[in-house]
């Protein structure tokens, strides 16, 4: 899950959030702040969530920028134990 | 009220949103789920520095979130921060020390390492002398891992051959700001951007490159209808969308457009007179000599640069150069500049020319006027730069040159009178020249890549690791395989930055503590115990005297008070900055010479500065506000007269392109981190080349075809992107792929400045054909 706010251009600023709420797994909140809304993405993992930031929110039209605040990683295929050996070899 | 994890997940991730947004006034009433431990800290990837909040839970790194009570950064990160906690506990992380036999690194216990690496350099200093051994550090380290090491190879075993990676990115700001003002580092902070009317951002690609100031620009840029921005670079990368005026010169070619904009300047009368009578003196180099001139002399001289002629010379339209220099003049303005400035081999120069410009205008020193080199790594300027880990430089601005500063060092170290060298050793690039030729005889390369990194890098590549009798010894610390390490003949297990404490200092002067939060894994040290086991080890042999370092430090908390110590009287002065502050608050600006102090946001203006007050700089005649340029020479900074020379290898007919290289948002430096979360990875999953798409119609190159690029020293292949990106006759490659193919370095040129020593990474010719 990943919290973010958008900056936008201000003239368009509700066109752009419409189209923002369209993506799903996306939801949009309100800023006290001219030209800037915020999101909260959630996804099955953080290659879907990544995906719609990148891939999907950054190039709507009336996206100035998208700036990540939190990430919360709840992975626990994430490894913990030591893993040996290293790739080596002379170029 | 009960909620669910997810409930808490995405409260928490809101309020942290409104937090950064809001200057962090709610940041309190973030819900944290309750196993959770939420440490202060700092982001471990470039200079901007922005306070993070790392989450540990069961003893594991699992969150990380921006420091919504950051005095600078207010709770933002970028992409590449949030996905620490992934990189951090990669699976290839290396665990236990390797050595390397028959040609393969094989798994090694720390004492045989350690023994084999200390016993090679003891061999090559009795045998050869100090100069023989070497250390290639980084903008990385922790301050203290790069004092130390600084330390000890100057103080302790009597060689200059200290350098670091920031000889590749920084070098030439360094050039600029002591050439210009006397002493390194920026006079302004981040609380200019504020203030600011103007931004003039030159070689820099602040949106993908420090995000966070461009969200800073941009949010002043919306707040006030009358800020305005100036760019000048000759690739259009993203921060072209919010530019007023946008300058593309001829790659290499932009110093006629500094000289250009100067000319307008005073020939509107739009300088400041009180300013430069005050505050500036003139100079030119004759005969390799630099030599005073009038201000008359400077208008005379900048006659050669009239609009028309700089467009001649730069490709730049003459009524966009008139139109910059009168809204830069306007102000308040405030420029930002990086790699662009900074990786030519007039890097200096163009550093100065910046300079020239606030300077005549007078437009330093107040709320929104500085010129402010943005840096790349999270310790290029606390840790090397300050602490004077370069080749030529000891700690807190005192020169290898100098007696005086070598005998105050040798006198705070405990070392021998006289084992400071008083020639600079051998920069970067003259370095791993020695190693190729082998009178480099032994090697230690602490937390950086230059297997990847280095211009021309197939030569040193070879120099490090080409199999033949008498290669010199490689020792490489690091927390990740990389391409360097393969290289090595010994591979080191490093802690990353938050499995250790330390100190990282950044663009804007600020000590930043982070602190250790999980135990490194498997074997892995941190480079500071590393370097002490190394020393000790030295001190054994005999190369080192006994006690020099051994026993004298336990953690890095022993040596910040030498190094606080060491910058008493000096220009840094930060013995107010102690380890006890920085565990409490988000970083202190220097000068902060006593414990009380706040911290410095400008330098050089009285009232503001400490340095002015007590010590050695103070002057006490001065009124609040008032300037003074104390370390330079007569208290007078430096407006130069510069010959506009372009680059060492422009292209021609054989090699017709100017290959110019850089980062990516997703993607830091050579990729030893990023390239390790498999979604930051997934963004760029190949090597790309941006080409314009005029030329690539010429040549018949389809989008997303492979191209090869070519120069004199070697070839790389890469994806093309044509995007009207790069002005024609240009293309442009990040480094930040590892695969022998993209390895871009291997086609850069290894020519450098004569001042900084820092190559021309921005600029050299190379062919482009279809793969």
Redesign the interface.
């Known amino acids: ?5 958008v ?1 936008a251009k ?1 003239a368009d600023l509700g066109g752009t959030r419409r189209r923002a709420e369209e993506i799903e797994g996306l939801e949009t ?1 309100d ?6 809304f ?3 993405v ?1 996804g099955p993992s ?2 879907a969530v ?1 995906d719609v ?2 891939g999907r929110l950054t190039r709507l039209e009336g996206v ?2 998208v ?9 626990p295929s ?3 134990g ?10 | 009220m009960r909620s669910t994890r997810r409930e808490f997940m995405k409260t928490a991730a809101v309020s942290a949103v409104v937090a950064a947004t809001s200057g962090g006034a709610v940041a309190e009433t973030v819900l944290r789920p309750e196993p959770i431990r939420w440490v202060k800290s700092v982001c471990r990837f470039c200079g901007t520095g922005c306070g993070v909040m790392l989450g540990v839970r069961d003893g594991r790194f699992v969150a990380l979130r921006g420091d919504a009570k950051h005095p600078t950064t207010k709770g933002l990160v970028c992409a590449k921060s949030l996905f620490l906690p992934k990189i951090v506990q990669a699976k290839d992380r290396l665990k236990v020390p390797q050595i390397r036999k028959n040609g393969v690194l094989k798994d090694a216990s720390w004492d045989e390492a350690m023994e084999l690496v200390a016993s090679k350099f003891a061999e090559s200093i009795q045998k050869h002398g100090p100069d023989s051994v070497a250390f290639y550090g980084s903008g990385q380290a922790m301050s203290e891992e790069s004092y130390l090491a600084n330390r000890l190879f100057k103080g302790g075993i009597g060689t200059n051959n200290v350098e670091g990676n920031p000889r590749l990115c920084m070098a030439s700001a360094v050039g600029g700001y002591v050439t210009t003002f006397g002493k390194d580092e920026p006079m302004g902070s981040y609380d200019d951007i504020d203030h600011a009317k103007v931004f003039f951002l030159v070689g820099s690609n602040t949106a993908e490159c420090h995000p966070v100031i461009f969200d800073r620009i941009l949010a002043t840029k919306q707040a006030r209808k009358d800020v305005l921005v100036i760019v000048l670079d000759p690739r259009r990368s993203p921060i072209a969308e919010i530019a007023d005026v946008m300058l593309d010169p001829k790659p290499g070619f932009d110093l006629p457009v500094f000289h250009s904009m100067a000319h307008v300047i005073i020939k509107e009368n739009l300088h400041d007179p009180d300013f430069i009578a005050k505050h500036c003196q003139f100079k030119i180099v004759k005969d390799g000599k630099p030599v005073n001139v009038s201000f008359d002399d400077y208008v005379k001289f900048l006659e050669g640069f009239t609009p028309r002629k700089a467009e001649l010379q730069s490709g730049v339209p003459a009524d966009q150069i008139v139109e910059a220099a009168r809204l830069f003049a306007k102000g308040p303005t405030m420029s930002f500049w990086t790699m662009g400035l900074n990786q030519r081999s007039r890097g200096v120069w163009a550093n100065n020319l910046m300079h020239n410009l606030h300077l005549i205008t007078g437009q330093i020193g107040k709320p929104g006027m500085t010129p402010f080199s943005l840096t790349g790594q999270p310790n290029a300027c606390g840790g090397v730069r300050d602490t004077g880990s370069l080749c030529h430089i000891l700690p807190y601005g005192r020169s290898v040159k100098k007696a005086k500063h070598r005998e105050e060092m040798e006198k705070l170290w405990g070392a021998k009178p006289g084992t400071i060298p008083p020639k600079p050793g051998l920069n970067t690039i003259e370095m791993f020249r020695a190693l190729a030729r082998d009178e480099i005889k032994a090697m230690l390369i602490l937390t950086t890549n230059p297997g990847q990194s280095l211009p021309n890098a197939s030569v040193y590549r070879d120099a490090m690791g080409k199999p033949r009798p008498g290669k010199p010894f490689i020792c490489v610390i690091d927390a990740y395989p990389t391409r360097t390490t393969e290289l090595a003949d010994v591979v080191l297990p490093a802690a990353m930055w938050s499995e250790k404490t330390g100190v990282f200092g950044m663009s804007e002067r600020r000590y930043q503590l982070h602190p250790k939060i999980i135990d490194a894994p498997g074997e892995s040290r941190s480079d500071f115990d590393v370097l002490l086991d190394f020393a000790t080890r030295l001190e054994e042999k005999g190369v080192v005297p006994k006690g020099y370092i051994g026993g004298k430090f336990k953690t890095t908390d022993d040596i910040w008070e030498e190094m606080r110590e060491a910058s008493r009287d000096t220009a840094y002065d930060f013995r107010g900055i102690t380890r006890e502050r920085l565990r409490n608050e988000r970083g202190v600006r220097w000068p902060a010479p006593t414990p009380n102090h706040p911290g410095t946001s400008r330098r050089f203006v009285k009232g503001e500065d400490p340095i002015l007050d007590a010590g050695p700089y103070a002057d006490n005649t001065l009124k609040p506000g008032e300037i003074k340029f104390y370390a330079a020479p007569k208290f007078r900074a430096t407006v130069w007269l510069r010959p506009p020379l372009g680059p060492s290898e422009p292209p021609d007919d054989e090699y017709p392109f100017v290959l110019s290289t850089g980062r990516v948002l997703e993607h830091w430096h050579t990729g030893t981190m990023t390239m390790r979360a498999r979604e930051l990875r997934r963004s760029y999953p190949e090597c790309f080349c941006e080409i314009n798409p005029k030329d690539a119609k010429r040549l018949g190159i389809k989008n997303g075809s492979r191209v090869k690029i070519t120069s004199r020293r070697g070839t790389a292949w890469a994806k093309a992107r044509l995007i009207a990106g790069p002005r024609e006759g240009m293309i442009f490659v990040p480094f930040c792929w590892e695969d022998d193919p993209s390895l871009i370095n291997r086609v850069t040129i290894d020519a450098y400045d004569p001042g900084s020593k820092q190559p021309e990474f921005k600029i050299c010719a190379v062919k482009l054909e279809k793969a």
Do not use: C, N, Q, W
Request: no cysteine; proline share 6%; charged share 25%.
């Open positions: 899950m990943v919290g973010a706010y900056r201000t909140f800023l006290e702040r001219e030209g800037m915020g999101v909260v959630e953080i290659d990544h930031i990148e100035l920028g700036f990540p605040v939190s990430l919360e990683i709840d992975d994430v490894p913990t030591a893993v040996k050996g290293t790739p080596g070899g002379v170029s």
